[in-house]
């Protein structure tokens, strides 16, 4: 299951919609995931080779599966948004019940924790319209997903119909980002401060691939940085190494967020693990505004996404992949339960 989980896993990381943490939650590896991470570093000889022959055979799937999704899912992602966007709404939607029924032991009589909930939606929405804003938005192309927000409370409506509070939550990205209304991050020319917000901007979305929430390509999303990392791993794969500063300023960060978030996470999970699981509901719910704004993202803007651009039948192949992957994760616990019968069988 590694080597299949790892390219779940890289079709859900490279996409803003499910996590690749989730898809490990899915198919029943995540535990295994963490404990390898964490042992690879500070486990003993024999941990560390059990670590490593788990992650070579995940690493394998997602590598497969990531180019694939760079060479196909960047132009979809531009040609096809609504759909695509819709489809990604599909997996968050019916990924909350499959979370919520398997963490049902930290959820159900807790409900003093959904403020954590709303913590979790009020990150991720106050930095996706601050992003829109940068990327050159106003109060009436976020109005849509803004209702939202208001209905949350995350924002005050008052001050959203009025754009109060986007103009300066715009200029902070705006001057992080270094943008000049649409266009995004240049991977191929940075400087001295988008190099620092592209690594900084790495370390919060490997974080996010590890946590069963939102997906790390929903933090890129969300700090305007999706499409030029996956436009640059593209032009990488074709011969075009003026963005391999990038690309390599991109890793360092990964592998930092990585070996820091890991023992966090853990930690979290293991002390805090109700809290941690009504945060991440959070993520996901928060989420949905960034995929909703992610058109305005786009090298030539488009506007957000509305009743009226949302296509049912794409969220509800978003809802099937959620259920075919969550049906392929009982029959491999099948298939275990079965194998650990028969070698006990066999040893007696």
Same mark, same amino acid.
């Given at each position: 299951?590694?080597?299949?989980?790892?390219?779940?896993?890289?079709?859900?990381?490279?996409?803003?919609?499910?996590?690749?943490?989730?898809?490990?939650?899915?198919?029943?590896?995540?535990?295994?995931?963490?404990?390898? $991470? &964490?042992?690879?570093?500070? /486990?003993?000889?024999?941990?560390?080779?059990?670590? %490593? =022959?788990?992650? #070579?055979? @995940?690493? *394998?799937?997602?590598?497969?599966?990531?180019?694939?999704?760079?060479?196909?899912?960047?132009?979809?992602?531009?040609?096809?948004?609504?759909?695509?966007?819709?489809?990604?709404?599909?997996?968050?939607?019916?990924?909350?019940?499959?979370?919520?029924?398997?963490?049902?032991?930290?959820?159900?009589?807790?409900?003093?924790?959904?403020?954590?909930?709303?913590?979790?939606?009020?990150?991720?929405?106050?930095?996706?319209?601050?992003?829109?804003?940068?990327?050159?938005?106003?109060?009436?192309?976020?109005?849509?997903?803004?209702?939202?927000?208001?209905?949350?409370?995350?924002?005050?409506?008052?001050?959203?119909?009025?754009?109060?509070?986007?103009?300066?939550?715009?200029?902070?990205?705006?001057?992080? $980002? &270094?943008?000049?209304?649409? /266009?995004?991050?240049?991977?191929?020319?940075?400087? %001295? =401060?988008?190099? #620092?917000? @592209?690594? *900084?901007?790495?370390?919060?979305?490997?974080?996010?691939?590890?946590?069963?929430?939102?997906?790390?390509?929903?933090?890129?999303?969300?700090?305007?940085?999706?499409?030029?990392?996956?436009?640059?791993?593209?032009?990488?794969?074709?011969?075009?190494?003026?963005?391999?500063?990038?690309?390599?300023?991109?890793?360092?960060?990964?592998?930092?967020?990585?070996?820091?978030?890991?023992?966090?996470?853990?930690?979290?999970?293991?002390?805090?693990?109700?809290?941690?699981?009504?945060?991440?509901?959070?993520?996901?719910?928060?989420?949905?505004?960034?995929?909703?704004?992610?058109?305005?993202?786009?090298?030539?803007?488009?506007?957000?996404?509305?009743?009226?651009?949302?296509?049912?039948?794409?969220?509800? $192949?978003?809802?099937?992949?959620? /259920?075919?992957?969550?049906?392929?994760?009982?029959?491999?616990?099948?298939?275990?339960?079965?194998? *650990?019968?028969?070698?006990?069988?066999?040893?007696?």
């Amino acid at each position: 299951m590694g080597t299949l989980g790892g390219f779940l896993m890289a079709l859900a990381d490279s996409v803003p919609g499910v996590s690749g943490g989730t898809i490990a939650f899915i198919v029943g590896i995540y535990d295994q995931l963490l404990w390898s $991470l &964490d042992r690879l570093v500070s /486990g003993t000889p024999a941990e560390r080779r059990r670590a %490593a =022959g788990f992650l #070579a055979r @995940l690493g *394998a799937g997602w590598v497969v599966g990531f180019g694939l999704a760079v060479a196909v899912l960047t132009g979809l992602f531009e040609s096809q948004i609504y759909l695509v966007s819709s489809m990604f709404m599909g997996f968050i939607v019916f990924s909350v019940p499959l979370i919520v029924r398997d963490e049902h032991a930290y959820v159900r009589g807790r409900y003093g924790n959904l403020a954590w909930t709303f913590v979790g939606i009020a990150v991720v929405v106050g930095v996706t319209l601050a992003n829109a804003a940068a990327l050159g938005g106003d109060a009436a192309e976020v109005s849509a997903v803004g209702a939202l927000a208001a209905q949350a409370g995350v924002v005050d409506p008052g001050a959203l119909a009025q754009g109060v509070g986007l103009d300066a939550a715009g200029a902070v990205a705006e001057g992080a $980002l &270094d943008v000049d209304g649409g /266009g995004g991050i240049d991977l191929a020319a940075l400087d %001295a =401060g988008s190099g #620092a917000y @592209l690594v *900084a901007a790495a370390m919060v979305a490997v974080s996010a691939m590890i946590l069963p929430g939102v997906s790390g390509s929903t933090f890129l999303l969300i700090f305007g940085l999706y499409l030029p990392v996956m436009d640059a791993l593209k032009a990488l794969m074709g011969g075009d190494f003026s963005v391999l500063p990038a690309i390599a300023l991109f890793a360092a960060g990964a592998v930092a967020g990585l070996l820091t978030v890991v023992k966090l996470v853990k930690r979290a999970l293991a002390d805090f693990r109700s809290q941690t699981v009504y945060c991440l509901l959070g993520f996901m719910v928060g989420s949905l505004v960034a995929i909703a704004l992610g058109p305005v993202t786009l090298d030539v803007p488009q506007p957000p996404l509305t009743a009226d651009t949302f296509s049912l039948p794409a969220f509800l $192949l978003g809802g099937a992949v959620i /259920g075919a992957l969550e049906l392929l994760k009982h029959a491999v616990q099948r298939r275990q339960v079965a194998r *650990a019968i028969a070698a006990q069988a066999a040893a007696r």
